[in-house]
């Protein structure tokens, strides 16, 4: 199957068609400036994405730039979502706090929709509660900046996101059905991203170069980041951590199963996500069906560019090994590829960062979550490829 009918099976069949009209109109302010702990510079900028309707979905982007950082030498940046909320990403008092609680000035458009299931509003987090998630310091002194907002203020983790701006763009009917084909919120998550590299393109943070864009992220923000960069080849580089099934792991029956996906997270994929769940089922739970794409075909669409997928000792839901061969058999796509990435599936702590080939892949002891391990494995990977 070639590159376009398999953009096509995961649009139409699995994430969601993500929409190209009507045009979006990016407007940008900024909020917040000052020096950040790490030397560098924090930015904190509010982007609109106002729809012809005026319906205007709203981001809220903390940005960190390395010390030194200027329009006229300006520097890659890494590009992803986080979980909980700008201010649980650092310890730093000055970044907003958009929690429904929390101390930012603005209105509802702007505050996070922690509404949902448990895992995502419960307990409600403290301001840097996830900071080893997010080491600003070192990304800046390896001279990267970067740009981050939270999801959860495209909608709430759950069936509600279809009815938050950022989908009521596009489909402004008050019912709450979906066409088959329609997108799902992964879908709706990496158009943000995209929407974000617009803004960057267009001159938001002049200091960065938005041809040295990196899409990265963890877990269902992982699966994000690879149908970002398979839709969008702007996105000069591609990182997945822990993304597991319908990420970088191979379908099969182990851990997370497209079934299990299309029962408990339906409304993160298309309507038609259901089908592909069915044949999957079928194909004697975990035999390939030779006429059904799988995750090694999503990832070789970000070729030529370059491509990391980590992955987690311990992360058995996401099935480490299932990623790593899932990793190898894409490989192909790339010259060379397949020789470059040979070899049995490695121990905890491994790094494999081929010499000839812009591929990436490690296993880090430990959970599923991130360190900073995995970061200073990105950018070495980066500082080589990007």
């Not at 509010?46 to 940005?63: I, K, Q, S, Y």
């Not at 989908?167 to 929407?195: K, N, T, V």
């Not at 058999?329 to 080939?357: M, Q």
């Amino acid at each position: 199957m070639d590159d376009a009918a398999v953009r096509h099976h995961f649009a139409e069949h699995v994430y969601g068609v993500p929409p190209t009209g009507p045009a979006v109109e990016p407007s940008w302010e900024r909020l917040e400036e000052g020096p950040a702990p790490d030397n560098g510079t924090r930015r904190q900028l509010r982007l609109d994405l106002a729809g012809p309707d005026g319906t205007t979905a709203r981001l809220t982007l903390l940005v960190h730039l390395p010390d030194g950082a200027s329009a006229d030498a300006p520097v890659p940046a890494f590009c992803g979502m986080n979980f909980r909320g700008n201010h649980v990403c650092a310890t730093d008092p000055a970044i907003l706090d958009l929690s429904p609680d929390g101390d930012a000035p603005g209105s509802a458009g702007d505050r996070l929709h922690y509404e949902g299931p448990l895992d995502v509003r419960d307990p409600v987090p403290g301001r840097g509660a996830q900071a080893h998630r997010w080491p600003f310091e070192l990304v800046t002194r390896r001279g990267h900046a970067s740009v981050t907002w939270c999801y959860l203020q495209l909608g709430p983790e759950g069936p509600g996101v279809h009815q938050a701006p950022a989908h009521r763009i596009f489909s402004p009917r008050d019912s709450d059905a979906r066409d088959p084909h329609e997108w799902g919120a992964i879908s709706i998550w990496a158009w943000s991203m995209s929407r974000v590299l617009d803004a960057l393109a267009a001159g938001m943070v002049p200091e960065i170069d938005p041809a040295r864009v990196i899409a990265h992220g963890h877990s269902r923000l992982g699966k994000t980041a690879l149908w970002a960069g398979a839709c969008d080849d702007r996105f000069a580089a591609v990182i997945s951590n822990n993304s597991g099934c319908l990420g970088a792991t191979l379908s099969r029956d182990v851990g997370e199963t497209p079934m299990v996906l299309d029962r408990i997270r339906p409304y993160w994929f298309a309507p038609n996500f259901h089908g592909v769940a069915e044949r999957w089922r079928a194909s004697h739970r975990g035999t390939a069906d030779p006429d059904l794409p799988d995750q090694p075909d999503l990832l070789r669409l970000i070729a030529p560019r370059p491509l990391y997928v980590a992955s987690a000792s311990e992360d058995l839901n996401a099935d480490p090994a299932g990623e790593f061969m899932s990793w190898q058999r894409a490989s192909a796509a790339w010259e060379a590829g397949t020789a470059a990435t040979a070899g049995d599936f490695p121990p905890p702590g491994t790094v494999l960062a081929p010499e000839a080939v812009p591929l990436g892949y490690h296993l880090r002891q430990g959970k599923h979550d991130v360190f900073p391990f995995d970061w200073q494995a990105w950018l070495d990977f980066t500082d080589r490829w990007v």
